[in-house]
T-cell receptor, first 111, second 113 residues
């Protein structure tokens, strides 16, 4: 794996609670991404970052926020989790923005 | 918006067979196309990256081709092995959306010993 660690790997949470997922990289890559993977939809981009404190929305950003205070860490926060946010979340990194390398994923269940 | 389609959704072949996986995309204005492998419960492993100016890339038994004008890419796997069983995903990086990769839903490959 390309020096990417996602934590936690599994989480079960209740509807309405806040949840933060962490992505940590050791590659010093500029770009970091959060995707979600759902059956029938493939992977869809939630948010991405192109540098410290520089972030932008992807196609499914509603209900999610991100922060990147250090090059190595990219946090994804669900402010108030809903059942529709039950999914597998993947972090990816890229040095130039042209090729992506993925973490092992976080399986989130909202009950 | 770029749409990426992979057909078939599932494929089962006997060991040793050569096979082709297909990926099509609706907008030919792309920077590159990347093929990934995903094992059950795991992350995505990058297999091959084809830049928009390239026609193909090879790595071992894998060969990926790109025809931008027709919006198609194929992943050729030679002499398939049971260890090749996985889901194969393609992703395109479109020029109009900067850093957003668009993914297909994948082809689930089973190689039967």
């Amino acid at each position: 794996d390309a020096g990417i660690t996602q934590s936690p790997r599994h989480k079960v949470t209740e509807t309405g609670t806040p949840v933060t997922l962490r992505c940590h990289q050791t590659e010093n890559h500029r770009y970091m991404y959060w995707y979600r993977q759902d059956p029938g939809h493939g992977l869809r981009l939630i948010h991405y970052s192109y540098g410290v404190k520089d972030t932008d929305k992807g196609e499914v950003s509603d209900g999610y926020s991100v922060s990147r205070s250090k090059t190595e860490d990219f946090l994804l926060t669900l402010e108030s989790a809903t059942s529709s946010q039950t999914s597998v979340y993947f972090c990816a990194i890229s040095r130039t923005g042209n090729e992506a390398f993925f973490g092992q994923g976080t399986r989130l269940t909202v009950v | 918006k770029q749409e990426v389609t992979q057909i078939p959704a599932a494929l089962s072949v006997p060991e040793g067979e050569n096979l082709v996986l297909n990926c099509s995309f609706t907008d030919s204005a792309i920077y590159n196309l990347q093929w990934f492998r995903q094992d059950p419960g795991k992350g995505l492993t990058s297999l091959l990256l084809i830049q928009s100016s390239q026609r193909e890339q090879t790595s071992g038994r894998l060969n990926a081709s790109l025809d931008k004008s027709s919006g198609r890419s194929t992943l050729y796997i030679a002499a398939s092995q049971p260890g090749d069983s996985a889901t194969y995903l393609c992703a395109v990086l479109s020029t109009d959306t900067g850093n957003q990769f668009y993914f297909g839903t994948g082809t689930s490959l089973t190689v039967i010993p």
